[in-house]
């Protein structure tokens, strides 16, 4: 009996589907050859939320400087070369004959994209983002409009992006390709900003330019997006003089339609401030987050924004440099950032084996399990209306639409501590992140909530990076401290 009721509901609903078809078939406007030109330019403040919202849920991304570069390690003919690993092309100015000798050689036996995925995963990051294409010009999947790939150049001849990408998908993690505009080994892309990749006696720089944007990097979007399932365009290398405002928005308008719910931060265009990274307020800059780098915004921002930073002074490997952050700093990093309502994007530059370097897998495990107690107040959180933070100790962040709130110290708490900015809700129970036990508290205006911090509790919590208090209640409005 359900059975024939079931049948005959799916059949009716197969028949209405069917007139509706012949219905809508009718009605079609006129079919042109004209693709329907969408202004991704021209966005909702609702569609744009709807785009951003896992990113901003995310927080925590991982980014990957991988290449040839790893091969000199940061020397060349025996010397050390000061800077960036991944601009040694450029700092120790090695001709790109010489410097194609390393992307041949480049064949990372030991590269293990599920280590990678798993590292990541431990690690609490939520997304990444890898060099498809550095400033070097070498591809790191089979670019179809490229020999200058890790297929048909390189000894490794096995696609990189195509096996991290299926590897971080099984993790859930999100994936993103970071991709240089400028390119020092192309020869319609040379720029005169570097002589040395360039014929200089060209002013104005590469007359070739728009050719190599048009049958080159353009091309190699629509292959990294249809094949590589890129949640993420990450550009750089935006500043070169050929590079203009209106390419900008072109190349932006080019990926979204590709993909329009992917992001694209915005060094797509030519807005961002140097290394501060938010955009200029003088023209309508596409892209959708600022990017500082190197650098945490010294407040609190209405606008998206990710903070990209090395874990020692180089993004590339380079064997000698040994100045590593320490956990805490890398933690405590990550709570400015929540608390400033941005996303903290790590690096790590693997060796030229395919190995993530010891010192930054062992800080990713203890960053990894600090977020293992302490993530709720990292992940879908927002910033607070009117404070971010309480002096230089104390920062908060918000669970998103919902009163519960967390103030994470970042020194040891005293046995009384005293929020200003929060107050409880009448007989709500306050604790730290990873103990369940209730702490007393005393709600007093005008001062704030006093919380007694038992040595127990403390003791038994066993963290060294930041104490967390949960706190369900709100905000106090009339304290400002940024
Ligand atoms: O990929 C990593 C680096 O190789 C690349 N960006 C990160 C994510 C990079 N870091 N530093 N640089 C590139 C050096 C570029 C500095 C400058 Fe500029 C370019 C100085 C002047 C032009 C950036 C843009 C700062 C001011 C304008």
Not at 2 to 29: A, F, N
Not at 99 to 118: G, H
Not at 196 to 219: H, I, Q, R, V
Request: with cysteine.
């Amino acid at each position: 009996m359900r059975k024939s009721i079931v049948y005959h509901i799916g059949t009716m609903l197969v028949l209405l589907v069917l007139v509706q078809g012949c219905k809508s078939e009718k009605k079609k406007p006129v079919v042109t050859s004209e693709p329907i030109a969408v202004n991704y330019l021209e966005e909702t403040k609702k569609d744009f939320d709807t785009r951003m919202e896992w990113w901003r849920n995310a927080r925590f991304g991982m980014f990957i400087h991988w290449g040839p570069y790893a091969i000199p390690a940061g020397m060349y003919n025996g010397k050390p070369v000061d800077g960036i690993g991944e601009w040694i092309m450029n700092n120790a100015h090695i001709p790109i004959t010489e410097y194609e000798v390393y992307s041949k050689q480049f064949d990372p036996k030991k590269f293990n994209a599920d280590e990678w995925a798993m590292i990541m995963k431990e690690a609490g990051m939520k997304y990444v983002v890898i060099t498809s294409k550095h400033h070097d010009g070498f591809c790191l999947w089979d670019s179809k409009v490229s020999e200058y790939d890790i297929i048909d150049f390189s000894s490794y001849k096995k696609d990189i992006l195509k096996a991290l990408s299926t590897a971080c998908k099984k993790q859930g993690i999100k994936f993103g390709v970071y991709h240089s505009i400028m390119d020092w080994h192309h020869p319609d892309a040379q720029s005169i900003n570097y002589p040395e990749y360039n014929n200089a006696s060209k002013p104005g720089g590469n007359p070739n330019f728009p050719s190599y944007l048009e049958n080159y990097l353009k091309p190699q979007m629509k292959e990294l997006v249809d094949d590589y399932d890129v949640e993420i365009m990450w550009f750089d290398g935006e500043w070169i003089d050929e590079f203009t405002h209106d390419q900008g928005k072109e190349l932006y308008q080019y990926v979204r339609s590709l993909k329009p719910n992917i992001l694209i931060n915005n060094r797509v265009d030519k807005g961002r401030q140097g290394m501060q990274g938010m955009n200029k307020a003088d023209a309508d800059y596409a892209g959708d987050f600022g990017t500082p780098e190197q650098e945490i915004l010294e407040g609190s921002s209405t606008l998206d924004w990710e903070s990209c930073m090395t874990m020692n002074d180089t993004w590339g490997f380079k064997k000698n440099d040994h100045n590593w952050k320490s956990a805490q700093t890398l933690i405590h990093n990550l709570i400015d950032v929540t608390a400033k309502g941005g996303n903290y994007l790590l690096n790590v530059g693997p060796t030229s084996e395919g190995l993530i370097p010891g010192p930054s897998v062992e800080r990713l495990k203890a960053v990894g399990k600090w977020l293992q107690s302490n993530g709720e107040a990292i992940y879908n959180t927002e910033k607070l209306k009117n404070n971010y933070r309480q002096g230089n100790d104390i920062l908060f962040t918000k669970s998103k639409g919902k009163d519960v709130y967390y103030a994470v110290c970042l020194t040891k708490p005293k046995p009384e501590v005293t929020i200003e900015h929060l107050q409880p809700q009448e007989g709500t129970k306050v604790t730290l992140l990873g103990s369940s036990v209730p702490l007393k508290w005393t709600y007093e205006q005008g001062k704030g909530t006093t919380i007694s911090v038992s040595a127990p509790v403390l003791e038994e919590l066993n963290e060294e990076y930041a104490w967390t208090f949960k706190i369900n209640g709100n905000e106090i409005e009339n304290k400002i401290s940024e």
